[in-house]
Protein backbone atom coordinates (compact mmCIF):
# COMPACT_ATOMS: atom_id res chain seq x y z
CA UNK A 1 0.00 0.00 0.00
CA UNK A 2 1.70 3.25 -1.19
CA UNK A 3 -0.34 5.49 1.19
CA UNK A 4 -1.73 8.89 -0.19
CA UNK A 5 0.14 10.13 -3.59
CA UNK A 6 0.14 13.82 -4.18
CA UNK A 7 1.99 15.26 -7.06
CA UNK A 8 3.73 17.27 -7.52
CA UNK A 9 5.51 17.91 -4.63
CA UNK A 10 6.22 21.52 -5.25
CA UNK A 11 4.69 24.00 -7.50
CA UNK A 12 5.54 27.52 -8.28
CA UNK A 13 3.47 29.80 -10.00
CA UNK A 14 3.56 33.46 -11.19
CA UNK A 15 0.53 35.59 -9.73
CA UNK A 16 -2.30 34.93 -12.05
CA UNK A 17 -1.64 32.02 -13.04
CA UNK A 18 -3.02 28.35 -12.67
CA UNK A 19 -2.59 25.51 -10.64
CA UNK A 20 -3.49 22.14 -10.50
CA UNK A 21 -2.71 19.65 -7.69
CA UNK A 22 -3.23 15.79 -8.07
CA UNK A 23 -4.10 13.02 -5.53
CA UNK A 24 -4.24 9.31 -5.49
CA UNK A 25 -6.09 8.00 -2.52
CA UNK A 26 -5.62 4.74 -0.84
CA UNK A 27 -6.97 2.00 -2.33
CA UNK A 28 -10.16 1.04 -0.94
CA UNK A 29 -11.25 4.43 0.54
CA UNK A 30 -13.99 5.93 -0.24
CA UNK A 31 -13.46 9.47 1.10
CA UNK A 32 -11.01 12.16 -0.04
CA UNK A 33 -10.60 15.59 1.70
CA UNK A 34 -8.48 18.66 1.07
CA UNK A 35 -6.74 20.49 3.54
CA UNK A 36 -4.63 23.94 3.07
CA UNK A 37 -1.78 24.06 6.09
CA UNK A 38 0.09 27.53 7.07
CA UNK A 39 2.06 27.99 10.36
CA UNK A 40 -0.62 30.86 11.24
CA UNK A 41 -3.79 28.82 10.64
CA UNK A 42 -2.16 25.44 10.80
CA UNK A 43 -4.42 22.59 8.77
CA UNK A 44 -7.46 24.00 7.47
CA UNK A 45 -10.50 22.08 5.86
CA UNK A 46 -11.39 22.62 2.22
CA UNK A 47 -13.70 20.31 1.19
CA UNK A 48 -14.15 16.67 0.63
CA UNK A 49 -16.24 13.87 -1.03
CA UNK A 50 -17.90 10.72 -0.26
CA UNK A 51 -17.99 8.02 -3.53
CA UNK A 52 -16.53 10.88 -5.76
CA UNK A 53 -19.89 12.94 -4.70
CA UNK A 54 -19.03 16.31 -3.25
CA UNK A 55 -20.46 16.48 0.34
CA UNK A 56 -19.09 19.55 2.05
CA UNK A 57 -16.76 22.18 0.70
CA UNK A 58 -17.55 24.74 3.07
CA UNK A 59 -13.74 25.18 3.59
CA UNK A 60 -13.37 26.12 -0.31
CA UNK A 61 -12.83 30.01 -1.00
CA UNK A 62 -15.62 30.42 -3.20
CA UNK A 63 -14.11 32.07 -6.65
CA UNK A 64 -10.86 30.30 -7.75
CA UNK A 65 -10.89 27.59 -6.01
CA UNK A 66 -12.31 24.03 -7.29
CA UNK A 67 -12.18 20.30 -6.72
CA UNK A 68 -12.87 17.38 -8.68
CA UNK A 69 -13.11 13.55 -8.62
CA UNK A 70 -13.80 12.02 -11.91
CA UNK A 71 -13.01 8.65 -10.49
CA UNK A 72 -12.45 6.58 -7.19
CA UNK A 73 -8.75 6.66 -8.35
CA UNK A 74 -7.95 10.42 -8.43
CA UNK A 75 -8.84 14.10 -6.84
CA UNK A 76 -7.70 17.36 -8.49
CA UNK A 77 -8.35 20.81 -6.62
CA UNK A 78 -7.60 23.48 -9.03
CA UNK A 79 -6.85 27.31 -8.22
CA UNK A 80 -7.12 30.13 -10.76
CA UNK A 81 -5.39 33.00 -10.76
CA UNK A 82 -3.27 32.27 -7.99
CA UNK A 83 -2.42 34.84 -5.56
CA UNK A 84 0.79 35.00 -3.04
CA UNK A 85 -1.81 34.87 -0.34
CA UNK A 86 -2.50 31.12 -1.91
CA UNK A 87 1.12 30.14 -0.99
CA UNK A 88 0.54 27.29 1.13
CA UNK A 89 1.15 23.50 1.65
CA UNK A 90 -1.78 21.45 0.44
CA UNK A 91 -2.76 18.42 1.37
CA UNK A 92 -5.05 15.56 0.69
CA UNK A 93 -5.89 12.38 2.70
CA UNK A 94 -8.23 9.74 2.59
CA UNK A 95 -10.42 7.57 5.11
CA UNK A 96 -12.55 4.45 5.00
CA UNK A 97 -15.95 6.64 5.40
CA UNK A 98 -18.39 6.20 7.85
CA UNK A 99 -17.48 5.82 11.11
CA UNK A 100 -13.77 5.56 10.60
CA UNK A 101 -13.18 9.02 10.58
CA UNK A 102 -9.09 8.51 10.96
CA UNK A 103 -7.92 10.44 8.12
CA UNK A 104 -4.83 9.15 6.40
CA UNK A 105 -2.36 11.92 4.88
CA UNK A 106 -0.35 12.17 2.16
CA UNK A 107 2.90 14.43 1.80
CA UNK A 108 1.42 17.23 0.49
CA UNK A 109 2.15 19.93 -2.46
CA UNK A 110 3.66 23.14 -1.79
CA UNK A 111 2.53 25.75 -4.03
CA UNK A 112 4.47 28.91 -4.01
CA UNK A 113 3.17 32.00 -6.08
CA UNK A 114 5.71 34.29 -6.66
CA UNK B 1 -19.78 26.12 14.98
CA UNK B 2 -17.19 23.22 15.76
CA UNK B 3 -13.89 24.57 17.02
CA UNK B 4 -10.60 23.24 18.41
CA UNK B 5 -7.86 25.51 20.53
CA UNK B 6 -4.70 24.42 21.06
CA UNK B 7 -3.00 27.26 22.85
CA UNK B 8 0.70 27.33 22.94
CA UNK B 9 1.97 27.48 19.51
CA UNK B 10 5.83 26.21 20.29
CA UNK B 11 6.32 24.40 23.59
CA UNK B 12 10.25 23.44 24.52
CA UNK B 13 11.20 20.45 26.41
CA UNK B 14 14.83 18.96 27.90
CA UNK B 15 15.02 15.27 26.85
CA UNK B 16 13.64 13.19 29.57
CA UNK B 17 11.43 15.70 31.17
CA UNK B 18 7.49 15.44 31.03
CA UNK B 19 5.18 17.42 28.68
CA UNK B 20 1.85 18.57 27.71
CA UNK B 21 -0.08 19.88 25.26
CA UNK B 22 -3.39 21.44 25.58
CA UNK B 23 -6.03 20.77 23.60
CA UNK B 24 -9.72 22.03 24.51
CA UNK B 25 -12.65 22.27 21.92
CA UNK B 26 -16.38 23.30 21.22
CA UNK B 27 -18.89 21.21 19.54
CA UNK B 28 -22.60 21.14 19.75
CA UNK B 29 -22.42 17.62 18.79
CA UNK B 30 -22.78 14.16 21.27
CA UNK B 31 -21.16 11.61 19.26
CA UNK B 32 -17.65 12.70 18.42
CA UNK B 33 -14.36 11.28 18.15
CA UNK B 34 -10.82 13.45 19.12
CA UNK B 35 -7.46 12.85 17.53
CA UNK B 36 -4.14 13.55 17.89
CA UNK B 37 -2.10 14.27 14.58
CA UNK B 38 2.01 14.29 14.48
CA UNK B 39 3.86 15.79 12.20
CA UNK B 40 7.72 15.22 11.23
CA UNK B 41 9.74 17.26 9.19
CA UNK B 42 8.92 16.97 5.83
CA UNK B 43 6.50 14.30 6.25
CA UNK B 44 2.42 13.97 6.44
CA UNK B 45 0.85 13.85 9.46
CA UNK B 46 0.07 10.95 10.30
CA UNK B 47 -2.53 9.41 13.57
CA UNK B 48 -0.96 9.28 16.91
CA UNK B 49 -3.84 8.14 19.08
CA UNK B 50 -7.80 8.24 18.91
CA UNK B 51 -10.33 8.46 21.39
CA UNK B 52 -14.64 8.64 21.89
CA UNK B 53 -15.06 7.69 25.27
CA UNK B 54 -15.11 10.32 28.41
CA UNK B 55 -12.57 9.90 31.04
CA UNK B 56 -10.76 6.27 29.31
CA UNK B 57 -6.80 7.16 29.19
CA UNK B 58 -5.77 6.27 25.46
CA UNK B 59 -2.14 5.44 24.90
CA UNK B 60 0.15 4.42 22.04
CA UNK B 61 4.17 5.38 21.38
CA UNK B 62 4.71 6.74 25.14
CA UNK B 63 1.78 9.59 24.88
CA UNK B 64 -1.32 9.19 26.78
CA UNK B 65 -4.75 11.39 26.41
CA UNK B 66 -7.42 11.70 28.18
CA UNK B 67 -11.02 13.12 26.81
CA UNK B 68 -12.73 15.17 29.58
CA UNK B 69 -15.96 16.00 28.44
CA UNK B 70 -16.67 18.16 31.69
CA UNK B 71 -14.13 20.25 30.85
CA UNK B 72 -13.96 19.99 26.68
CA UNK B 73 -10.29 19.28 26.85
CA UNK B 74 -8.38 16.56 25.35
CA UNK B 75 -4.51 17.46 26.16
CA UNK B 76 -1.68 14.90 25.12
CA UNK B 77 0.86 14.13 27.65
CA UNK B 78 4.18 12.09 27.81
CA UNK B 79 6.19 11.19 30.85
CA UNK B 80 9.74 11.09 29.28
CA UNK B 81 10.25 13.11 25.91
CA UNK B 82 13.16 12.12 23.36
CA UNK B 83 14.81 14.02 20.56
CA UNK B 84 12.53 12.23 18.19
CA UNK B 85 9.17 13.82 19.72
CA UNK B 86 10.08 16.64 18.20
CA UNK B 87 7.65 17.13 16.04
CA UNK B 88 4.18 19.66 15.18
CA UNK B 89 1.33 18.07 16.86
CA UNK B 90 -2.39 18.72 16.11
CA UNK B 91 -5.59 18.06 17.97
CA UNK B 92 -8.82 17.42 15.98
CA UNK B 93 -12.36 16.04 16.13
CA UNK B 94 -14.91 15.12 14.21
CA UNK B 95 -18.66 14.69 14.27
CA UNK B 96 -18.94 10.80 14.26
CA UNK B 97 -22.78 11.12 13.38
CA UNK B 98 -22.68 13.60 10.53
CA UNK B 99 -19.74 14.62 8.27
CA UNK B 100 -16.56 12.63 8.22
CA UNK B 101 -13.72 15.98 7.93
CA UNK B 102 -12.11 16.08 10.92
CA UNK B 103 -11.60 19.93 12.28
CA UNK B 104 -8.04 21.03 13.32
CA UNK B 105 -6.44 23.18 15.60
CA UNK B 106 -3.13 25.36 15.13
CA UNK B 107 -0.84 22.98 15.82
CA UNK B 108 1.65 23.24 18.77
CA UNK B 109 5.52 22.49 17.58
CA UNK B 110 7.36 20.50 20.14
CA UNK B 111 10.93 21.03 20.33
CA UNK B 112 13.08 18.78 22.63
CA UNK B 113 16.23 19.95 23.36
CA UNK B 114 19.43 17.99 24.87
Known amino acids: NAGVIQTPRHKVTGKGQEATLWCEPI?????VFWYRQTIVQGLEFLTY????????DSGMPKERFSAQMPNQSHSTLKIQSTQPQDSAVYLC????????????FGAGTRLSVL | GDSVTQTEGLVTVTEGLPVMLNCTYQ???????FFWYVQYLNEAPKLLLR?????KRTEHQGFHATLHKSSSSFHLQKSSVQLSDSALYYC????????????FGEGTKLTVSS
Open chain 1, 93 to 104: ASSLGWGQNTLY
Open chain 1, 27 to 31: SGHSA
Open chain 1, 49 to 56: FRNQAPID
Open chain 2, 27 to 33: TAYSDVA
Open chain 2, 51 to 55: SSTDN
Open chain 2, 92 to 103: ALSDLGGSAKLI
